[in-house]
């Protein structure tokens, strides 16, 4: 099992900045792949949509509406993702999900919202 466990959500303005961040413990192991997904209000569980992941050799995806400002990065000695999140718009409130996956297995964090006011 692993747990996540994030932090870092909340209310900013729209051009405002917010990191979050991810602790992973339990059965970790590498190779594996940390990121973050987000599902809008409204949408179901299996509309969640990538946002950004990494790799635990360091390499990097990013959905293209948040290339440019949003990056993502880890900490493999503390098991923990971060998305540092700038020039936010009212399309980027969700709830933001943490995901670990490793061979043959996946977890999901709770969750962090995140809500940009116009």
């Known amino acids: 099992q692993v747990q996540l466990v994030e932090s870092g959500g909340g209310l900013v303005q729209a051009g405002g900045s917010l990191r979050l961040s991810c602790a992973a413990s339990g059965s970790i192991f590498s190779p594996n792949v940390m990121g973050w997904y987000r599902q809008a209000p409204g949408k179901q569980r299996q509309q969640r949509e990538l946002v950004a992941t990494i790799t635990s050799g360091g390499g990097t995806n990013y959905a293209d509406s948040v290339k440019g400002r949003f990056t993502i990065s880890r900490d493999n000695a503390k098991n923990t993702v971060y998305l540092q999140m700038n020039d936010l718009k009212p399309e980027d409130s969700a709830v933001y999900y943490c995901?670990?996956?490793?061979?043959?297995?996946?977890?999901w964090g709770e969750g962090a919202l995140v809500t940009v006011s116009s």
């Open positions: 995901k670990w996956s490793g061979v043959g297995m996946m977890y």
